[in-house]
């Protein structure tokens, strides 16, 4: 393991590499202070810049950069003004926002870098011990296995990301597979449902899909209420006191050890990610906090940040595991990520450790470098940081808009594309306001070709689909998949029924 | 019936298409020799199309109860007249020239127009910095993206460069 870390030492620390993390740190967090854009935007603008650069340790060490910025950055803009510009800094606001408006947001934003940092070390360290294990337990993972643990993937981010409504998060997963089908796959050399149009001969381009699917989407929120977006007044009140006190330190010290550990777990597993830990995170320091502690959460406690920062900064690292040992995003950002990959020629999954150590070992050795820049950079930096969210909405929203445009421009040079990112960003819209989750459809997407490809491999080994019940591990996880599926309208059903129940009774 | 119901019958309809082309007309100019191998190029079309249908229709019906929506910072359909829906739609209405545009006017001068009509659309009316804060950036971008990163990017109009 230490010769490993050698290696990455090796590849990282070239002024090169170093100044790709400090710029994609440095871009992350302005961007992702930017209500509407998200990491996942952000890496999706990014990767065009991330193709050009060629090399691809080079190149996911600047998207790993942008992605612990985006995070923090997120977290800046919900504690000063309460616009989260990220879904798992939602849970920082609660207590952070309070903070601040109690004239303390200099504390709440030291005590938020500190909680990220070390939540992103610990994930770091986490992610360098358990990873080589959880990879040579997936060398053992066959066609028709990968093919099952896909399904698993897909089932579980629709049972998390559907929150009681799985089948339209199972539909959506649908809809996004099925897009992935058009266009000429790698199978067949065949187009398949172009509809004759030539412009989809390669079918749709995931940029263009990950930017209407969510950068479009919030940017006509943003212009249909303006009250979601608090920026333009310029005055996030005195920012000033960055010193946290030594009751403070000592009482937030094991949320943080142990909000890390929790947080990194929570990330490996396929669907729950950043947001779920964040918000796991502070409904079990607020549970377990003692009672007079607990009237004091949502009211601006110090616990109250420091337990959604390090549990999200930590699954961030934690998702990154299913991605490089198995090939597996987690979550949407990591799915993203997974495209770069491909579109850089590195394979993510089992191999990847053995055929090139050092992209394995670079991205672990950028993270420790991402969360120590973002620390040293952020602390002075905090004062001036808060001054883009100052930017008139007037101008922010058509400046969000033509970076949508530029993403998916930039890379394909094709103007078709920009109506196609402008028709389905419509579509999207129009899904987000009947509430259908928009996530699964893009991690369906990305994963399709991935999961046909193995399934037809498991289907042309076995000739036919004999590999469910003649492979037990394929088997067991297809099970699994249908347990996820199935278990939150289970649970759901049987709460009602209880409910009702009560109601008759009474 | 509510607009998810509604998307649920749009998204019903579209795979009905797509399935009638997976099971009935994609496999018929499959090679003889490919039609003996156990996978074909609508096996997993076919897979595919059979959940779409079964999940829409779970929709459609109202099999599985929804939660209440609860979620206040969400935008609430039975208000839609509260909302600034004429700018969002004037705003995509930009976006779309600004896809006609990019080639025949070159990327400068339709990013400095798309900025500026996209800033007095949402109400800005201080000319002069928004045709600055435009042009800045539209240049900025421009030289960003072709001379530092190399991706080419038609600066001027096509009739300045002879096509």
Redo the contacts between chains.
Sequence with gaps: MLEGLLVGLQTAFTFTNIMMVIGGCLIGTFIGMLPGLGPMSIIAIMIPVAITIGDPSTALILLAGVYYGAVFGGSTSSILINAPGVASTVATSFDGYPMARSGKAGKALTIAAISSFAGGTIGAILLAVFAPALASVALLFHSSEYFALMVVGLSAIAAFAGTGQVSKALLMTFVGLMMATVGEGVLFNMPRFTMGIMDLQSGFGFITLAMAMFALPEAIYLVLDPKRSKTGDGDSGEIKDLRITREEARSIAPVIGRQSIQGFFIGVLPGAGATIASFLGYAVERNIAPKEEQAQFGKGAPKGIAAPESANNAACTGSFVPLLTLGIPGAGTTAILLGALIALNVSPGPRLMIDEPQIFRAVIISMYLGNLVLLILNLPLIPYIAKVLAVPRNYLIPFILFFTLMGAYIGQNNATELLILVGFGVCATMLRFADYPLAPLLIGFILGPLLEYNFSRAMQRYDGVGFIWERPMTLALLILALILVILPSYRQRRARARAEGVADGD | M???R???FV?LSL?IV?GY?AYFT?DD?LPPIMQR???W?????KV??A??IL??L??LLG?????E?KDA?D?N?SRIGD???G??VL??G???A???L??PLGFIAS?FL??TV??FI???RRYITMAI?SAI?AGF?WYL?DSV?????RPLPMFMTGG
């Design positions: 509510a607009i998810d509604w998307i649920a998204i795979c797509y082309s994609m100019l191998r156990p996978i190029p609508s096996t997993f079309p595919l199309v959940g779409g999940f829409s779970i929709i099999l599985e109860k929804g939660p929506k910072a935008i359909l909302y600034n829906y700018q969002a705003l995509l930009l976006m779309v600004y896809a006609l990019l080639r990013t798309f900025l996209g800033s949402l109400g800005e804060v950036a971008v993206v990163l190399g991706i080419f990017l």
